[in-house]
T-cell receptor
Framework: DTGVSQNPRHKITKRGQNVTFRCDPI?????LYWYRQTLGQGPEFLTY????????KSRLLSDRFSAERPKGSFSTLEIQRTEQGDSAMYLC????????????????????FGAGTRLSVL | AQSVSQHNHHVILSEAASLELGCNYS??????LFWYVQYPGQHLQLLLK??????LVKGIKGFEAEFIKSKFSFNLRKPSVQWSDTAEYFC???????????FGSGTRLLVRP
């Protein structure tokens, strides 16, 4: 399967514990995104990587949240000292970057999503 | 702040009925527009997209959407729905100044056989 892979699919934890999620993007996609989706809402942007560089972060990403993409391939999202309000589906997406004829990067920003990690904080 | 509004949270239709789901966004600059679909138990999948050119775009499974710039709208349509179209539909916008997608809150569509 060449889609975006997320692990684990489900995570149940107690309040105050740390959790880490992993995302493996589609091969050769250099852009990777994390979103959070709560019940009855659409996904909300958390952060974005281009290769290993974290280029954009949402205000939703408090200091308890950290994301890494050390080698520009897979990414991890860690939540420290989890709170009940962190319960949500955490989605990862990836997209390619294409070179245009003019030499400029043409980002046909079609984001492909994984199945998500559902976090339940008790 | 930029936002995306989907007017209908729940829609119930009978098979063969026509569908139109509304989507409006608040951003005055250049945008890319998307509709994603999430079938029960599955991940988000791209239904159709608009980058530029013809404002009427066609997607998979007979869906189409029309970008009306003056109305900041990107409504999704399908002339005749099927039971298999039962899903949640999300409109999303990408502003030219960012790579992130801004999603609407979604519309749950139930098609009765």
């Amino acid at each position: 399967d060449t889609g975006v892979s997320q692990n684990p699919r489900h995570k149940i934890t107690k309040r105050g514990q740390n959790v880490t999620f992993r995302c493996d993007p589609i091969s050769e996609h250099n852009r990777l995104y994390w979103y959070r989706q709560t019940l009855g809402q659409g996904p909300e942007f958390l952060t974005y990587f281009q290769n290993e560089a974290q280029l954009e972060k949402s205000r939703l990403l408090s200091d308890r949240f950290s994301a890494e993409r050390p080698k520009g391939s897979f990414s991890t999202l860690e939540i420290q000292r989890t709170e009940q309000g962190d319960s949500a589906m955490y989605l990862c997406a990836s997209s390619p970057a294409l070179k245009g004829l003019a030499g400029y990067e043409v980002a046909k920003n079609i984001q492909y999503f994984g199945a998500g990690t559902r976090l339940s904080v008790l | 702040a930029q936002s995306v509004s989907q007017h209908n949270h729940h829609v119930i239709l009978s098979e063969a009925a026509s569908l139109e789901l509304g989507c409006n966004y608040s951003y005055g600059g250049t945008v890319n527009l998307f509709w994603y679909v999430q079938y029960p138990g599955q991940h988000l999948q791209l239904l159709l997209k608009y980058f530029s050119g013809d404002p009427l775009v066609k997607g998979i499974k007979g869906f189409e959407a029309e970008f009306i710039k003056s109305k900041f709208s990107f409504n999704l349509r399908k002339p005749s729905v099927q039971w298999s179209d039962t899903a949640e539909y999300f409109c999303a916008v990408k502003m030219d100044s960012s790579y992130k997608l801004i999603f609407g809150s979604g519309t749950r569509l139930l098609v009765r056989p």
